[in-house]
């Protein structure tokens, strides 16, 4: 998106949220309009807490089974995103935050956004996986000694130690 748009969508949602209050205003009243406000955010707490739950089963799960969980994670933020939409108040961004806590867009917003996105790992594993594509190109960091093999002498010096300390 260019720089320069930004500054007038800063300025034309506050906007447009202030038009979508009259209108609807106009419509409902004062009290109805207020009251679909407060819906409207309690609202994305329920679908917020029931739907992340969810995708934090997802990620779990996908997480057992051996396979990055970029998807359920995208679905996350989506979820988080729509719930803080639904809370702000203003229609225009309720009609936003409803679209996104429907799986179906969201799954769209995926397939087009998720290959600009990466997920990496930082973790290794030391048993064989269960997923196919996990390779082990990279040599084991540790080293599995028997009892008999090393021996552990106390270090004096050490802080840790119960021994006597050295004097500097």
């Known amino acids: 998106m260019r720089t320069s748009l930004l500054p007038l969508?800063?300025?034309?949602?506050?906007?447009?949220?202030i038009a979508g209050f009259?209108?609807?205003?106009?419509?409902?009243?004062?009290?109805?309009t207020l009251g679909l406000?407060?819906?409207?955010?309690?609202?994305?707490i329920f679908l917020l807490r029931q739907?992340?739950?969810?995708v934090l089963r997802q990620v779990n799960e996908e997480g057992r089974n051996g396979r990055v969980p970029s998807e359920a994670i995208g679905n996350g933020a989506m979820i988080v995103f729509a719930a803080i939409l639904l809370i702000?108040?203003?229609?225009?961004?309720?009609?936003?935050g409803i679209l996104l806590f429907i799986p179906?867009?969201?799954?769209?917003?995926?397939?087009?956004?998720?290959q600009r996105v990466v997920v990496r790992t930082t973790y290794s594993r030391t048993e064989q996986s269960r997923d196919s594509s996990y390779s082990q190109s990279q040599p084991d960091k540790?080293?599995?000694?028997?009892?008999?093999?090393?021996e552990r002498r106390p270090n004096p010096s050490s802080p840790?130690?119960?021994?006597?300390k050295k004097e500097d």
């Open 160 to 164: 840790w130690s119960s021994g006597p």
């Open 51 to 54: 739907q992340g739950l969810a």
């Open 37 to 44: 406000i407060v819906l409207s955010s309690l609202v994305g």
């Open 22 to 32: 009259v209108i609807v205003g106009k419509w409902l009243g004062v009290f109805g």
């Open 142 to 150: 540790y080293i599995d000694l028997d009892s008999d093999e090393f």
């Open 9 to 17: 969508m800063l300025l034309g949602l506050p906007l447009a949220e």
């Open 88 to 96: 702000i108040p203003g229609f225009l961004t309720d009609i936003v």
């Open 104 to 114: 179906a867009i969201r799954s769209f917003l995926w397939r087009r956004l998720g």
